[in-house]
């Protein structure tokens, strides 16, 4: 019989058993099961390995939990708060390519837009803490504990940083784009947890209804992060434009890759490992439109990876 006063739980707002239902009234259950098990069940992280004993990445006389920790799990592997985005050790054991999933890229929302009739508008939904809502299996929270302020805590959700996270949510995405299409929303693509919706002309679905749909599964949609049907969305950092089939970057984020450029070009500057790889991720996304920057970014790539600390 599990012990009561055990940590690890199943912790998740979906609804395994609505979602199998509906599920199975549109005739793809089959692919998905898997995935209803694991919101029920919780995910796997993909570690192989077996903890013989206790690894503490912070000072363990500050750890008061240790000892109580021990009798409950065993074992157990923490984070420092601190080092929780790098999670170097835990990916250590695991193997992200393991962790498949659908990525709506930049080239896939210019082939979806150069295809669509004229007249269409377009929707972005966001679900609210994405990895949060992603259930992870009890024998394998032992793993993703984080240390904090004298205290250990089990971690009972995916993390950002684990390289597991993104495909462990993202088999629940692939599932709801799967329901939303066998629903008639055809035209739909996404990013982690950001939806890009099509409404054809003849469609009549509003942005409420595409909550509901899978709402009433648990999915927390954000009304905050909500951008309504329009003929110019913004999607993966881009403005489309479908009615004249074009994108562009915002002025803003153009503005801002701009500014940060010009901070390299004091005589005095010194920058570090952190502001070299903000650089290289901005002007590596603006490329996609920005063609003639590509020449330039093996050198700034190289130059990223000659440091040899943060």
């Given at each position: 019989m599990p012990n009561s006063k055990d940590p690890r739980r199943i912790v998740t707002p979906l609804i395994p058993a609505r979602i199998k239902e509906l599920l199975a009234k549109l005739g793809i259950l089959e692919p998905w099961a898997c995935v209803v098990k694991g919101i029920r069940s919780g995910f796997s992280i993909g570690v192989a390995a077996v903890l013989d004993r206790s690894h503490l990445f912070c000072k363990p006389r500050l750890i008061k939990t240790r000892s109580y920790l021990h009798r409950l799990l065993h074992c157990f592997r923490s984070s420092s708060w601190a080092l929780l985005p790098t999670f170097h050790t835990h990916n250590s054991f695991i193997d992200s390519d393991d962790f498949p999933?659908?990525?709506?890229?930049?080239?896939?929302?210019?082939?979806?837009?150069?295809?669509?009739?004229?007249?269409?508008?377009?929707?972005?939904?966001?679900i609210s803490m994405a990895?949060?809502?992603?259930?992870?299996?009890?024998?394998?929270?032992?793993?993703?504990?984080?240390?904090?302020?004298?205290?250990?805590?089990?971690?009972?959700?995916?993390?950002?940083?684990?390289?597991?996270?993104?495909?462990?949510?993202?088999?629940?995405?692939?599932?709801?784009?799967?329901?939303?299409?066998?629903?008639?929303?055809?035209?739909?693509l996404k990013w982690v947890d950001d939806f890009f919706v099509i409404a054809l002309p003849s469609d009549t679905w509003s942005e409420g209804d595409f909550i509901e749909l899978t709402g009433v599964l648990g999915v927390p949609w954000s009304l905050e992060k909500l951008r309504p049907l329009a003929f110019v969305q913004r999607y993966i950092g881009f403005n489309w434009d479908l009615a004249n089939q074009t994108v562009s970057l915002p002025k803003e984020k153009l503005q801002a890759v701009i500014e940060l450029a010009a901070t390299w070009t004091g005589a005095e500057m010194r920058v570090s490992w952190t502001t070299s790889a903000r650089l290289h991720g901005k002007i590596t996304h603006i490329l996609s439109i920005f063609r003639l920057i590509c020449p330039f970014l093996r050198s700034l790539a190289r130059f990223s990876a000659s440091f040899t600390s943060h």
């Open positions: 999933t659908a990525w709506g890229t930049f080239s896939a929302t210019v082939d979806l837009i150069l295809s669509l009739p004229p007249g269409c508008k377009a929707a972005t939904f966001d990895y949060r809502i992603t259930p992870i299996h009890p024998n394998h929270q032992n793993f993703i504990c984080v240390a904090w302020k004298g205290m250990v805590y089990v971690d009972r959700a995916a993390c950002f940083g684990l390289a597991s996270s993104a495909g462990i949510f993202g088999t629940i995405a692939d599932m709801l784009v799967a329901i939303y299409k066998a629903s008639g929303y055809h035209r739909i």
